[in-house]
């Protein structure tokens, strides 16, 4: 099961961010607790059966599996960030809920308006950085997959154009590119990537342009940062490798997607309930990867060769061990400005607040 990990430095910038926490007074369920506990989770997309909705509701389930009997949960799906956000959050603790979990980045804000209303309830948000006394966070290390992603495109792709599929230009989704360009380009120094965003988390219709788009543009690898499997149908049905994200996609891509990057809540669902349950839930960050498993590589395709598999381990493993850091230096930023120098890495702060597209990446924030 995954251990939440605790980042000192990632807590500092928090801080900053609200300047006080509100003194929630939440008591412990404790051992005489008769009625289940009543957990709520809110997703951004229609579950379906792949994608970013998708992998967080595997996780629910896991805890109605886990602890059948302790608790009930239920779910909203295809809920937009902004105003119908705060007005699901507020229905859902209104109704009773002992526990939220919101699950897409542009919940955040209306989180911590609810939040701030109803001390006695916990809450949770996945991809933010502000916290209240009730309020935690959590988050992976995406990047991390991101960078073997790219060592596996940076071997595959015959031209050395990949084209990106991304959602929004927060830190989040720019470390991701950044990422997968230095593990390209690890292997393959002339690497590029082209970026087009589609201002969605989920929209097929936008993704499938997008991909055509970048197509034409030369690419002959593509990946995403979008929860569709748009992308990956489109490689399949144009004979262009893949790689896709949230979830294994390799059915809608049998042929060209060679793997995905994927992420397991599952541990990290059924730790915090179980915290609830036993009185001893606390806000608190976390951020974690492949060495937590919050993080995995799918299942390579047959179409990937055994060396570039063999490749791909040693290179998790070595993130794993932390021998390897995706941000080493030296990197040069868009500008050939020298953003990271050689001998050192990023800290864990400033990717967190990355805001610059590294050497390589065609494509403005």
């Known amino acids: 099961m995954f251990t939440p990990s605790r980042l000192s430095t990632r807590r500092s910038l928090l801080r900053a961010s609200l300047a006080a926490p509100i003194a929630a007074g939440m008591a412990g369920r404790g051992a005489l607790a008769v009625t289940p506990l009543k957990i709520a989770y809110i997703y951004v997309s229609p579950i379906g059966d792949a994608g970013w909705t998708y992998q967080h509701e595997l996780g629910r389930r896991a805890v109605d599996k886990a602890l059948a009997g302790q608790v009930t949960t239920s779910y909203v799906e295809n809920v937009e960030e902004g105003a119908d956000a705060e007005r699901v959050i507020r ?9 939220i979990f919101a699950t897409s980045f542009g919940y955040m804000n209306p989180m911590v308006k609810v939040a701030g209303q109803f001390p006695r309830i916990r809450f949770e948000h996945a991809t933010g950085y502000k916290r209240l006394a009730n309020l935690a966070t959590y988050s992976a290390r995406f990047y991390e997959g991101r960078y073997i992603a790219g060592v596996i495109a940076g071997r595959m792709s015959k031209s050395g154009i990949v ?18 360009l230095l593990g390209a380009r690890s292997v393959n120094p002339q690497a590029q990537v082209k970026v087009v965003w589609t201002s969605s988390w989920f929209d097929p219709g936008k993704e ?33 490798l893949t790689i896709g994200y949230n979830s294994d996609m390799s059915k809608y891509g049998p042929k060209t997607c060679l793997t995905a990057l994927t992420m397991d809540w599952s541990g990290y669902y059924i730790g915090r309930v179980k915290a609830v349950l036993a009185g001893t839930w606390k806000s608190e960050d976390t951020w974690g990867g492949f060495k937590e498993g919050m993080i995995r590589m799918a299942p390579y395709s047959a179409a990937m060769p055994a060396e570039v598999k063999a490749e791909a381990d040693a290179k998790i493993a070595a993130i794993s061990a932390g021998t390897l850091k995706p941000f080493a230096g030296p990197i040069k930023d ?22 610059w597209f590294a050497e390589g990446v065609q494509g403005k924030l």
């Open 91 to 99: 229905q859902l603790a209104s109704s009773g809920n002992e526990l």
């Open 163 to 180: 084209g990106y599929i991304a959602a929004f230009p927060i830190p989040e989704v720019v470390q991701g590119i950044n990422a997968f």
């Open 208 to 240: 499938r342009a997008a991909a055509d788009t970048l197509i034409a543009q030369g690419a002959d690898f593509l990946t995403q940062h979008t929860d569709s499997t748009a992308v990956v149908q489109a490689g399949e049905e144009k004979g262009i």
């Open 334 to 355: 868009q500008a050939g400005k020298q953003v990271v120098a050689a001998g050192t890495a990023m800290s864990d702060p400033d990717i967190l607040g990355m805001k």
